[in-house]
């Protein structure tokens, strides 16, 4: 029993029902699935918005499914996700509400946080942002010497990076092209010169983006580009933003912030009226469509923005009200837990068959493991069960002539999601409109290949010679979700990100742990503050252990410091 009163996840009746229902279920194959079941391509798909989801190619029967929901039901997902749509302190190690999904929320809804209705103030920022943006877009704001704003670089990292440079790229066919957006992220100075070195700094825009507005690496990079600024809109004359020192009016023109914490924006010299503010009861991995994606604002301009915001709300309308057995976040994240707890399947790859999406899988890692790399529950024990996979993959097809040979032959279940659309993005030339459909045949062979494979009599039938056999014959039985939608705009990404960020809702709330803290990150943080005097003074650090001692006498060595 758990101290709030739970039963540990793997002692109730429906876990053990599971892991029975497993082990009578062996190695159940695909092809006998789809051989008992012709109707089965479309029985096991669903529609969520814009998403066409299909899961039939998952190792799981009518029976899994109903035990996986009574998972559900015994650990009362939807009351956590009633909860966290209300507003309830569900974050309960840092005591703050959840609310992102206030965030794409309509003006007139009423969502209350200790007794305060946030929806005004969220679209009272949307509209600042709006503004601001268009203000950039138009030429009418102007930097320092009058020049109008080309470049937008945002510095930030983690959630106030991986969203807006995800999305930059997802939504680039949807981007003012005379314009350049970068995102400097790496506290390693060759991020922000390969950023900058080709920009005129008069015609450039910082946005400084970090919810803490404390984060070392945010803050170094922002310090150094003011720098680079002032260095050349001063001629040198004046490297600070301080009130009276010259540099404050460059600073003004050339720099804006995006935080919850406004006495740490103005200590570094941006005036609070270029603040765009956001709340603590949203998750950095969880921002990009607040303030945080001002920068992708100004690249898509504000109707496109709204149209992204509306597509989260669809996936958010669908997660708070679908019955369980059509609510895909629920289904996406029952099937992980399937793999992860009853499989021993260690990782998750998402593959999407878009060149656009070249980053969206490096977004959802920060979504996934930051929020379900967890070992302790919510109740403060140590979990007995596997909680978040490792997230990976790129684009296919590139993946298809690296990593796929392990995922089709390989020793380990990698279940998987293939993300298509159905049409090419339409600025791309006809010629290259028609290739659009070699891709996709791409895609759709191999979650084929994955599922069914090539028995050995197949091969044999080609008149493979025997010793070769049992290299050409595929097992199949690796198990994938497509999730294909028309055409990638504003609105599907959305929809796709709330897909995503509620399928990891489900699975914490399953494993019973905190999704939105990230206690995980802070130990690094701090020995990186003690180490950093010892490589640049030379200075003791106590308690350094021999293996670290040595690496920073060496690194000294090696950089020429004694
Ligand atoms: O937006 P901030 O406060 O600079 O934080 C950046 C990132 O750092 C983290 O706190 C991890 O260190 C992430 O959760 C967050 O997205």
Do not use: C
């Amino acid at each position: 029993m758990n101290a709030d009163g739970r039963t540990r996840l793997n002692q109730t009746p429906e876990w053990t029902a599971l892991a029975k229902h497993r082990e009578e279920l062996g190695e159940v194959r695909l092809r006998e699935l789809f051989a008992a079941e012709p109707g089965r391509g479309t029985a096991y798909a669903l529609r969520v918005g814009d998403l066409y989801v299909d899961y039939s190619k998952h190792l799981v029967t009518d029976d899994t499914l109903r035990l996986l929901r009574e998972l559900a039901a015994a650990t009362d997902v939807f009351g956590l996700r009633d909860a966290m749509f209300r507003g309830e302190k569900i974050n309960t190690t840092e005591d703050r509400p959840v609310l992102h999904t206030a965030l794409r929320a309509p003006r007139d809804a009423v969502i209350e946080v200790d007794g305060e209705n946030v929806v005004p103030g969220v679209h009272a920022v949307l509209d600042r942002m709006a503004g601001f943006a268009d203000r950039v877009r138009s030429g009418a704001w102007t930097g320092h010497t009058g020049k109008r704003i080309r470049n937008v670089v945002n510095i930030g990292i983690g959630g106030s990076d991986l969203g807006p440079a995800m999305a930059y790229e997802v939504l680039r066919a949807y981007t003012d092209r005379s314009m350049t957006f970068r995102f400097v992220s790496n506290v390693d100075g060759a991020d922000l010169h390969e950023a900058v070195r080709d920009l005129d700094p008069a015609e450039t825009l910082f946005i400084v983006a970090s919810k803490t507005f404390t984060t070392i690496e945010t803050v170094t990079n922002a310090t150094s580009a003011r720098g680079w600024l002032l260095d050349a809109l001063d001629g040198g004359t004046s490297r600070s933003s301080e009130v009276g020192s010259g540099g404050e009016a460059a600073v003004a023109k050339h720099f804006v912030a995006l935080s919850t914490n406004a006495e740490k924006v103005a200590d570094f010299g941006i005036d609070v009226d270029n603040m765009f503010e956001f709340w603590d009861w949203v998750g950095g991995r969880y921002s990009y469509d607040s303030a945080i994606g001002l920068s992708l604002m100004i690249a898509i301009g504000p109707d496109r923005f709204r149209e992204m915001l509306d597509g989260f709300r669809i996936v958010d309308e669908h997660f708070r009200t679908a019955p369980a057995e059509s609510n895909v976040p629920l289904l996406l994240g029952l099937l992980g837990i399937w793999y992860g707890n009853f499989h021993d399947a260690q990782s998750h790859a998402v593959l999407p068959y878009s060149h656009y999406l070249s980053k969206f899988t490096a977004y959802l890692q920060q979504l996934d493991m930051e929020s379900n790399g967890k070992y302790v529950g919510r109740d403060g024990r140590e979990v007995e069960w596997q909680t978040g996979p490792v997230v990976w993959g790129t684009p296919g097809t590139n993946g298809q002539h690296a990593y796929y040979q392990l995922i089709h032959q390989g020793t380990k279940l990698i279940p998987a999601d293939f993300i298509g659309f159905a049409r090419p993005v339409a600025e791309l030339s006809e010629e290259l409109k028609a290739q659009h459909d070699l891709l996709m045949a791409n895609f759709f062979a191999q979650t084929q290949a994955l599922a069914f494979g090539k028995t050995p009599q197949e091969v044999r039938a080609e008149g493979v010679p025997d010793e070769l056999v049992p290299h050409k014959t595929f097992q199949g039985n690796h198990p994938t979700t497509t999730i294909l939608a028309p055409e990638l705009t504003p609105s599907v990404l959305g929809q796709l990100v709330a897909l995503y960020e509620h399928k990891v809702f489900v699975q914490g709330a399953v494993w019973n742990i905190d999704s939105f803290d990230q206690w995980g990150v802070e130990l690094g943080k701090v020995l990186a503050k003690r180490v950093e005097p010892a490589l640049t003074e030379g200075a003791e650090v106590e308690g350094l252990d021999a293996s670290t001692e040595a690496l920073v006498a060496t690194y000294r060595e090696l950089r020429g410091r004694q």
